[in-house]
Structure formats: C-alpha cells, structure tokens
C-alpha cells in the first residue's frame, strides 16, 4: 500500500523561528520519488522539490532544506529563519514510475510577525 | 513557457446543470491529471491520462463525472447533473511522466447552489 502521513496539522512560529515539517510515506516498491509542494492562500498549489529513493542526500536550497532517511522512510522539511510570505499549506507527496501521486493530507504553517 | 490553463477560473451554478471544466498541459507533457481538492477531503485524484489515453479514474466519484481528452492540448472534466456537494476547487496538472513532478494550473472554485 502506498501511503503518505503528515501528522501535524497545523504548526504556528513568529518569524525568523525555524520549523520543521514531518513527511512519512509508505510504500513496497525500491523505486519511488518524493515531493513537496507549497499551497499558499492564494490556492496555487506550486512545486518545490522531488526526490528519487536512490538519492538520500540532503538538499539546500536557500532557506529550504530537506531530509531524507529511507531508515525511518520520512522526508522532512526544513524552513531556517521562517518569513511571513513562508504561510502556507505544504503537501508532501509519493509516486511511482506509474505517475500516480498520493498526496499527504497536507501541513499548514502559520508565521507570525 | 506557460502553464497549466484552466477556464474558467470560477463557476458558480445551479444544481442539475452540466458544467465543464477545461484544462490545457503544458507543451510536452504527456500525462494529465485531474484533481478535486475540498476542506473535508484534502486533494484527491480524480483521472489521470497518459498519451491521451486514461489509465485510472477510479477516482472519479461517480458516474455524474466525465473526462476526455482528445489531443495533446486539451483536456475536460464534466459534471452532469451538478449537485451542491461538487463544490470544491478542480486541479489540472501535467508532468512529462515516469514519476517526475506535476505542475499545477491555478484551479477552477466550483459553485453549485
């Protein structure tokens, strides 16, 4: 079964916090891609990063940062010195060489002045 | 390049009437996805299509729900008969397959009264 768990619902820093966002996924296949996507309020959902299962290292880019563990099949989020404009619904997400993804129920950040 | 088009970007309609949902891919991209995104269920995969040719709508909900695409560039999502509980916001997105990453259109908010 493939399965993604974003357990926390909704998380609330003041800005320049940094803030982590847990991603655990599930799945039997040894090929699989994960992904993060960022829905702000204004709806678009926008594509951040992906990730294939033979690539365990961590990636930076600016503020962002994830990191990959197959050992506890998550895929965490890192936002370092979060900013305002950094509100929004984060959805994680995993797929398969087949196209379909199946979408975390998503993580709404809350950053406050 | 441009991005996933959808029209119209609202809709606001009575229940029973039929409405249509357009959606143009990227220029490209050879699969095509359909999703419908609501509070109470998150964001869920209604069809998708590679080459054209759909490979699962057992996301669909029911038989009130149609999709096509008939070429490359164009692709619709139907309802008929629309009823109340079809409000939500309808996601085109596109990828060029093989587990790589989907791009958002910016959504149509479904209305029906």
């Known amino acids: 079964a ?15 916090e940094d803030v982590t966002l ?11 891609y994960l992904f993060w996507y960022k ?23 600016g503020r962002y940062s994830w990191n990959f563990q197959k050992s506890t099949s998550s895929f965490n989020f890192t936002i370092t ?3 305002v404009v950094d509100s929004a619904v984060y959805f994680c997400a995993l797929s398969h060489n087949f196209n379909k993804f199946y979408f975390g129920s998503g993580t709404k950040l809350n950053v406050k002045p | 390049d441009a991005g996933v088009i959808q ?17 143009k891919p990227i220029s490209g991209h050879n699969s095509l996805f359909w999703y419908r995104q609501t509070m109470m269920r998150g964001l869920e995969l ?7 040719v759909p490979i699962d709508d057992s996301g669909m909900p029911e038989d009130r729900f149609s999709a096509k695409m008939p070429n490359a ?24 397959g093989g587990g790589l990453e ?9 209305t029906v009264t």
Request: proline share 6%.
């Open chain 1, 22 to 32: 847990d991603c655990v996924y599930e799945t039997r296949d040894t090929t699989y």
């Open chain 2, 7 to 23: 029209s119209p970007r609202h809709e606001v309609t009575e229940m029973g009437q039929e409405v249509t949902l357009r959606c």
């Open chain 1, 39 to 61: 829905q702000p309020p204004s709806g678009e959902l926008v594509f951040l990063i992906r990730r294939n299962s033979f690539d365990e290292q961590n990636e930076i880019s």
């Open chain 2, 46 to 52: 209604l069809i998708y299509f590679n080459n054209n």
């Open chain 2, 73 to 96: 560039s164009f692709s619709t999502l139907k309802i008929q008969p629309s009823e109340p509980r079809d409000s939500a916001v309808y996601f085109c997105a596109s990828s060029r």
């Open chain 1, 81 to 83: 010195a979060s900013q």
């Open chain 2, 102 to 110: 989907q791009y958002f259109g910016p959504g149509t908010r479904l």
């Open chain 1, 2 to 16: 493939q399965k993604v768990t974003q357990a926390q619902t909704e998380i609330s820093v003041v800005e320049k």
